[in-house]
């Protein structure tokens, strides 16, 4: 099985390795502090009760699954027999760029460089590296366990070569490889970010309310959740953050974010993650009600 390191231990980053590890490869799990490690293991570890208590996989799995983790803080530690890097940091442009020329001066030569940002340039991170034709998106959904999409974007010079070990990763890891090429917000959120913004639209013009919106998208479009209870479940912020690039990206207005989307990440109301955005979480999300001020 393939060496494989994961840059970044948040959501993503841990959801990634527990995923890589259960399917037998050992993984490289590094980020700034040995605080944020020893979080994402106590995330993997419960993340592995629960698959055990639906009867997925068995406590000698799990158990072998943490065994091929390991949690180095130094980048070039968790590189240097790396196949396949898949980088998971924030998705902030500047830390990405960063990132990348340290993956591409501490890596082997042949390793593959993957990202998996959800809506930058895999052409601009890998300008920054002296392999371009080795660097690909790779933008797991989340809960990275569970859900079945692998969108593998294409930079400018990906090669195909590299495409196809990546789309055969994705498929030994349990995964749908789709194949896209890097234009902002991929497939993915090009179309769902849109949807979100002119749930949040209707909201803000008095259409209707949270719970009318999000149930019409449910019961009349069979989504497993309305787009205002997505919103939340992705962040504001980060939705907030792909239509920004989206609208600098194409340049047309249909893309500009609503101002109650922009108040509400201004006022720190970014959904789950801070307790309220359209809906109020508590004991995690097991309590949901539309937050007040939309009542």
Same mark, same amino acid.
């Given at each position: 099985?393939?060496?494989?390191?994961?840059?970044?231990?948040?959501?993503?980053?841990? =959801?990634?390795?527990?995923?890589?590890? +259960?399917?037998?490869?050992?993984?490289?799990?590094?980020?700034?502090?040995?605080?944020?490690?020893?979080?994402?293991?106590?995330?993997?570890? &419960?993340?592995?009760?629960?698959? /055990? #208590?639906?009867? *997925?996989?068995?406590?000698?799995?799990?158990?072998?699954? *943490?065994?091929?983790?390991?949690?180095?803080?130094?980048?070039?530690?968790?590189?240097?027999?790396?196949?396949?890097?898949?980088? #998971?940091?924030?998705?902030?442009?500047?830390?990405?760029?960063?990132?990348? &020329?340290?993956?591409? &001066?501490?890596?082997?030569?042949?390793?593959?460089?993957?990202?998996?940002?959800?809506?930058?340039?895999?052409?601009? @991170?890998?300008?920054?590296?002296?392999?371009?034709?080795?660097?690909?998106?790779?933008?797991?959904?989340?809960?990275?366990?569970?859900? &079945?999409?692998?969108?593998?974007?294409?930079?400018?010079?990906?090669?195909?070569?590299?495409?196809?070990?990546?789309?055969?990763?994705?498929?030994?890891?349990?995964?749908?490889?789709?194949?896209?090429?890097?234009? !902002?917000?991929?497939?993915?959120?090009?179309? +769902?970010?849109?949807? /979100?913004?002119?749930?949040?639209?209707?909201? $803000?013009?008095?259409?209707?309310?949270?719970?009318?919106?999000?149930?019409?998208?449910? @019961?009349?479009?069979?989504?497993?959740?309305? !787009?205002?209870?997505?919103?939340?479940?992705? =962040? @504001?912020?980060?939705?907030?953050?792909?239509?920004?690039?989206?609208?600098?990206? $194409?340049?047309?207005?249909?893309?500009?974010?609503?101002?109650? +989307?922009?108040?509400?990440?201004?006022?720190?109301? @970014?959904?789950?993650?801070?307790?309220?955005?359209?809906?109020?979480?508590?004991? =995690?999300?097991?309590?949901?009600?539309?937050?007040?001020? $939309?009542?």
């Amino acid at each position: 099985m393939a060496h494989i390191a994961v840059i970044g231990s948040g959501t993503m980053g841990n =959801g990634i390795a527990h995923l890589c590890a +259960l399917k037998g490869h050992e993984v490289y799990l590094t980020d700034t502090s040995e605080q944020a490690l020893k979080k994402a293991r106590e995330t993997i570890d &419960r993340n592995l009760d629960r698959q /055990i #208590a639906a009867e *997925l996989i068995t406590a000698e799995e799990k158990q072998k699954t *943490l065994s091929r983790i390991h949690t180095p803080t130094a980048l070039p530690d968790a590189v240097a027999e790396a196949m396949v890097v898949i980088e #998971a940091a924030t998705e902030q442009q500047a830390v990405k760029l960063a990132i990348f &020329r340290d993956l591409d &001066r501490y890596a082997p030569p042949g390793a593959i460089l993957a990202s998996n940002t959800s809506s930058l340039s895999i052409t601009r @991170l890998a300008a920054v590296t002296r392999r371009p034709e080795q660097v690909i998106g790779m933008h797991f959904m989340n809960p990275v366990p569970v859900m &079945r999409l692998v969108e593998v974007i294409n930079g400018y010079s990906t090669s195909q070569a590299v495409t196809r070990e990546v789309c055969a990763l994705a498929e030994q890891l349990g995964k749908t490889p789709c194949v896209v090429n890097d234009y !902002p917000g991929f497939v993915s959120n090009r179309i +769902l970010m849109p949807m /979100i913004n002119e749930a949040v639209y209707a909201l $803000f013009e008095g259409v209707a309310g949270v719970t009318q919106i999000d149930t019409v998208m449910k @019961l009349g479009m069979a989504h497993p959740m309305g !787009p205002l209870q997505l919103a939340d479940f992705i =962040g @504001l912020d980060v939705c907030l953050s792909i239509l920004r690039i989206l609208a600098e990206g $194409f340049g047309q207005p249909k893309y500009a974010p609503c101002p109650l +989307l922009v108040n509400m990440v201004e006022a720190g109301k @970014l959904g789950r993650k801070t307790g309220e955005g359209f809906y109020e979480y508590r004991d =995690g999300a097991k309590t949901l009600t539309v937050s007040t001020r $939309f009542l």
